[in-house]
């Protein structure tokens, strides 16, 4: 037998075509913090084309030229310039009718110009989110692919980019059993580039990643870590130098092999909802060991940096310094002890999908602090960057979470890659954000051994990455024994547990049992209770679909709470109405109505005043 006929055209007759898309991996092990740097925006009106069948890659549209080596003109099956335009960032799904149900393949392409402004400078281009596995191709070259719909993603494109450039990016939101999210969720997954998407210029030698922070066992220390890399790829060494001005600190650090690291005396006022107080801070490196200023430890000047060559590098970000810790069942925030009040909330928007902006996220806030609350989980799946920016600058607490959800396929080694990948892009985009106090590895899997292998290696992943914030997931109760019990529980600093006592089982009585019976060493979250309510359904409290039956569903939760001393806080199930395609009955007719807002984003439902009084009576 033949491998390949002799009538064999690759682009049709090869379905092993996506192998040669792997090979280079944008994944977090490559990812630059973009915090604080200039960006040229790549945001606005791309070309599109729904790509069913996936042609762009099986044919390599990103490679062909319009005429051949003669000169004569070939029968492209894809045009750029015709093809209809569309908004970058955006869910497709809520840009066109016809594209409302669409998961399928989507290309983009664009043309952009370029000119480097110094000598030796790299270009960065970063996308902030593109659901789910996203091709990325400059020039006729494959830059790389990205899996994974809600982290972000960058590539070095210097050795590519020219005066004038096409960039094209295939992006295949297909759901898979092997995928995160995987094929059967609770909410809707927009497809397409629908975060940011833009260029970084950065000098040759650079800032990768930096970790600020309040030492968890010392609130007078701030711990600094410092990653910087040269252009081709190696570990640089040089001085680096932390100043926060208004806490007088402008500190040396010397950097080894594209590593350093500082213990810093400080005395800072510590970030909490009440005042959540940012200071400025600024991160030099200069590469160049002697350099005017470098290696003196003299930072008496203003700026303590060397200009005098383009190896000096600086970026500045906003940082909070807070302690969070577990002692037995409760929650300390700043050695206080706090209750955590809050909700969960989906990026969903009637209007925009996935995508999100300022307003929308300060009106989310705006709400929360409505309810007396301060604290949300944002669900199920990492959410815009912007979000935790904003919680920081608003006193927001934040649960964040991959969504390793319900039946993830957690024998499979690449979905564990993937979840570890996703986890780690998460962790390195956020570490900075006091607001940030819990990294959740997932939400209600069934305590098998393949699942327990696999979240318990991403607890201990989380940790070794972060070591200031909790570790949690939203776990199941045993419903036999009536019991708060996980396997997992030893992996995590906090609780989390889902139950809809009330709802899905409508014996409310079970739950003050459960509470009774379990004696978890540990704090416990409810990360979930809840009742839908079609907005403006009303009967007697014993009716489904009613605010009456959620409000009534409510005022029993939150009784029960306060009689049980180990909850440490709670999010119900949900701050407002979300799309859900799994949801079909006449209430509910696509949408998932658990809110205590409806989708709308601005009518409440009886529970939410519920709520409202329980968070503002303690
Ligand atoms: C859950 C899930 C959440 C669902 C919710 C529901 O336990 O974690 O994603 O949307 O229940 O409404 O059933």
Request: glycine fraction near 16%.
């Given at each position: 037998m033949k491998e390949k006929p002799e009538n064999f055209t690759a682009g049709i007759h090869n379905d092993d075509y996506e192998n040669e898309y792997l090979q280079t991996r944008l994944d977090a092990s490559i990812l630059v913090n973009t915090a604080g740097r200039k960006t040229e925006s790549l945001n606005g009106k791309w070309s599109f084309a729904a790509d069913l069948y996936d042609t762009c890659r099986r044919q390599g549209w990103f490679r062909q030229e319009r005429l051949n080596a003669e000169g004569r003109e070939l029968p492209l099956d894809f045009d750029w310039e015709s093809h209809e335009r569309i908004?970058?960032?955006?869910?497709?799904?809520l840009q066109k009718p016809e594209l409302y149900y669409f998961e399928g393949f989507g290309v983009y392409s664009r043309t952009f110009r370029y000119a480097p402004r110094v000598k030796g400078e790299r270009l960065l281009l970063r996308f902030e989110g593109a659901a789910y596995r996203t091709t990325v191709f400059l020039n006729g070259k494959i830059i790389g692919t990205h899996d994974g719909a809600s982290t972000p993603f960058n590539a070095d494109i210097t050795d590519i980019v020219k005066e004038d450039n096409r960039i094209t990016v295939s992006v295949d939101a297909r759901r898979s059993p092997l995928r995160l999210p995987m094929e059967n969720t609770d909410w809707f997954n927009y497809g397409g580039i629908y975060r940011d998407i833009y260029l970084v210029r950065l000098p040759s030698a650079y800032i990768k990643d930096w970790f600020v922070r309040l030492s968890p066992d010392d609130a007078s220390v701030i711990l600094a870590d410092v990653y910087t890399l040269n252009s081709d790829g190696s570990s640089s060494n040089g001085k680096a130098f932390i100043e926060i001005p208004e806490l007088g600190i402008c500190q040396e650090i010397d950097v080894k092999n594209g590593k350093g690291d500082a213990r810093i005396s400080a005395n800072a006022q510590l970030w909490n909802p009440k005042n959540p107080k940012l200071y400025d801070v600024k991160l030099t490196f200069n590469c160049d060991a002697s350099g005017s200023?470098?290696?003196?430890?003299d930072c008496s000047g203003s700026d303590c940096r060397s200009e005098s060559n383009h190896y000096v590098d600086t970026v500045s970000d906003r940082i909070g310094f807070r302690t969070i810790k577990v002692k037995g069942h409760e929650i300390f925030l700043n050695d206080k002890k706090i209750f955590l009040k809050g909700i969960c909330v989906h990026e969903?928007?009637?209007?925009?999908?996935k995508t999100t902006n300022e307003e929308i996220i300060r009106r989310t806030i705006r709400d929360l602090k409505e309810m007396n609350g301060y604290y949300l989980r944002l669900a199920h799946y990492p959410h815009d960057p912007r979000f935790a920016r904003i919680a920081d600058e608003e006193g927001v607490l934040l649960w964040e979470e991959i969504p390793v959800y319900w039946a993830a396929a957690f024998s499979n080694d690449g979905t564990y890659a993937d979840a570890e990948n996703q986890l780690t892009e998460l962790i390195l985009r956020d570490r900075n954000r006091a607001s940030v106090i819990i990294w959740s590895i997932g939400n209600e899997n069934p305590d098998t051994d393949a699942r327990f292998s696999f979240m318990s290696r991403l607890a201990q992943k989380a940790k070794a990455i972060d070591s200031s914030r909790l570790v949690s997931a939203a776990c199941l109760i045993n419903h036999h024994k009536l019991l708060i019990e996980d396997r997992l529980e030893k992996f995590l600093d906090?609780?989390?547990?889902?139950?809809?006592?009330g709802w899905y089982d409508p014996d409310f009585e079970k739950l003050p049992k459960i509470l009774e019976n379990s004696k978890p060493g540990k704090p416990v979250l409810i990360c979930e209770f809840g009742a839908d309510a079609r907005l403006?359904?009303?009967?007697?409290?014993d009716e489904l679909w009613t605010e009456d039956k959620q409000k009534k569903v409510y005022e029993q939760q939150t009784e029960t709470f306060k009689k049980c001393?180990?909850?440490?806080?709670?999010?119900?199930?949900?701050?407002?109405?979300?799309r859900c395609p799994r949801r079909f009955n006449s209430y509910q007719e696509g949408f998932n109505r658990k809110g205590l807002i409806d989708a709308d984003r601005v009518t409440r439902k009886p529970a939410f005043f519920v709520m409202r009084e329980y968070y503002g009576s303690f």
């Open positions: 908004t970058v960032p955006s869910s497709w799904n200023n470098a290696g003196s430890g969903d928007h009637f209007k925009l999908g906090v609780i989390g547990i889902n139950e809809y006592f403006g359904q009303r009967g007697t409290e001393p180990y909850i440490a806080g709670t999010t119900p199930w949900i701050l407002y109405d979300f």
